[in-house]
């Protein structure tokens, strides 16, 4: 066996605590998944996934007709209540706490 080596980094909580979940339903835990990303990494000489940035790139003009055109569809939203806006969030955190 070869030398074996201490491999540390940080990550955001809730990314990991994702992917564990991920990897767990597919019957390893994050150390293997690791590994496996790494072997991959050396077999392909590279990353293991397409890494590309988007080819489609918008004009100042067209971001701010998006922009506008979301002012115009908010605007015809229907007045909504501080109280209500709360509620919605309390409702968007519950959901999102069951579904852990």
């Known amino acids: 066996m070869s030398e074996q080596v201490l491999n540390q980094f940080r990550s955001d909580k809730t990314l990991r605590d994702d ?3 991920i990897y767990e339903a597919l019957g390893m835990d994050l150390n293997t998944a690791l590994r496996m990303f790494m072997e991959r990494t050396r077999m392909v000489r ?3 996934f397409p ?3 988007p080819e489609e790139k918008i004009t ?5 007709a998006a922009f506008a055109a979301m002012r ?3 605007a015809d939203s229907k007045e909504i209540t501080l109280d209500e806006i709360n509620e919605e969030i ?3 955190r519950q959901g ?5």
């Not at 100042?60 to 701010?64: I, M, N, S």
């Not at 999102?96 to 852990?100: A, C, I, Q, Y």
């Open 19 to 21: 992917c564990v979940a």
């Open 46 to 48: 590279g990353l293991p």
């Open 51 to 53: 890494a590309v940035l």
């Open 60 to 64: 100042k003009a067209e971001a701010k």
């Open 72 to 74: 115009r569809e908010a």
């Open 90 to 92: 309390r409702a968007a």
């Open 96 to 100: 999102r706490k069951s579904s852990k």
